[in-house]
């Protein structure tokens, strides 16, 4: 009920370049008995990225000092999307891609890179950042992930 309702708004943003190539990457997910929540997931992804600014939210987790962060990467979103961490550090940060297409993870803190995984097409690789407190962004730098949903805030304490 729900995925033919997304189904309908989304063909609402098919005159954006980046909706109409999204909705294509869509076509090619296994057939739904397969994998029916993968689907619903590019559906979800897909209006977020043509939403404006205003997404669904995506699970948030708070992190104590020294523990390591795992992201799941997707076409596109990243799980966690929202992320704080207790006290100022190094940061080993696990992305595992679960997507069909390459990401990767990078951290931002305004236009400043601070670090973050190659881009890599399945499996997991990590990478260590120092953050100290303050704001930053998780950001997949493939194309125009980003916009389409990979991106994510992680404040540090
Ligand atoms: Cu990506």
Redesign the pocket.
Known sequence: MSAAGGQERESQCGGQDEAGRADHAAAYYPPPVHRPWVALAAGIALLAGCGGGDKPDGRAVTLPAGRELRVV?DE?SFDPEKVTIEQPGELRITLRNEGR?P??LHVMRGDREVGGTPVFEGGMRSARVGLTRGRYKLV?T?GN?AELG?LGTLEVR
């Open positions: 990467a596109y297409l990401h990767d997949c493939v992930h990979m």
